[in-house]
Antibody, heavy 112, light 112 residues
Framework: QVQLKESGPVLVQASETLSLTCTVS????????VIWVRQSPGKGLEWMGI???????DYNSALKSRLSINRDTSKSQVFLKMNSLQTDDTAIYYC??????WGQGTLVTVSS | DVVMTQTPPSLSVAIGQSVSISCKSS???????????LNWLLQNPGQSPKRLIY???NLGSGVPDRFSGTGSEKDFTLKISRVEAEDLGVYHC?????????FGGGTKLELK
């Protein structure tokens, strides 16, 4: 069955770079896009970006200058990298396939 | 960016009651392919979101038919008939027609 699982650091220092991995199973990354979504504590959902099945990417315009999404299809992994982190980047980060399948999310705290 | 305005921000309901949530977009969500990519998600407390409705009115897999979605262009509604306890949580609309994809602010459904 389709599964997604996020992994990465729980705590990151301000000004550093966040690196998260979404490991998927049950489908091929060349056939489906994977989306990153985040949710700040007590707030709504924010679309961060997508890597499409063909490898192209689209990003949230507010994050575009700091964000990159890549993948390794042989390992069924999608990678999120975001630099120049600030405390308001503290959030639960989710990866999802088409909003139909979601990872459990990973809480990242940015410490000043 | 497309702005998604979701109302009301919160709803207090009794079990068995029917409710509606509105989502209005700042521009038409009809894609150049003719489809309208408007989704409804439910996030139960402490859980990852779950997709209820896709493309305005299509029920997601395993979603009870107490949920229904209607609308077109810029005006969309989610209706829940006969609310059950498992329906409590935060409802989100999200458009996937225009990049960047954008979420509404959420509607919190609580027990009266």
């Amino acid at each position: 069955q389709v599964q997604l699982k996020e992994s990465g650091p729980v705590l990151v220092q301000a000004s550093e770079t966040l690196s998260l991995t979404c490991t998927v199973s049950g489908f091929s990354l060349t056939n489906y896009g994977v989306i990153w979504v985040r949710q700040s504590p007590g707030k709504g959902l924010e679309w961060m970006g997508i890597i499409w099945g063909d490898g192209n990417t689209d990003y949230n315009s507010a994050l575009k200058s700091r964000l990159s999404i890549n993948r390794d299809t042989s390992k069924s992994q999608v990678f999120l990298k975001m630099n120049s982190l600030q405390t308001d980047d503290t959030a639960i980060y989710y990866c999802t396939r088409g909003f139909a399948y979601w990872g459990q999310g990973t809480l990242v705290t940015v410490s000043s | 960016d497309v702005v998604m305005t979701q109302t009301p921000p919160s709803l207090s309901v009794a079990i068995g009651q029917s409710v509606s949530i509105s989502c209005k977009s700042s521009q038409s969500l009809v894609h150049s392919d003719g489809k309208t990519y408007l989704n409804w998600l439910l996030q139960n407390p402490g859980q990852s979101p779950k997709r209820l409705i896709y493309q305005v009115s299509n029920l997601g897999s395993g979603v009870p038919d107490r949920f229904s979605g209607t609308g077109s262009e810029k005006d969309f509604t989610l209706k829940i008939s006969r609310v059950e306890a498992e329906d409590l949580g935060v409802y989100h609309c999200v458009q996937a027609t225009h990049v960047p994809w954008t979420f509404g602010g959420g509607t919190k459904l609580e027990l009266k």
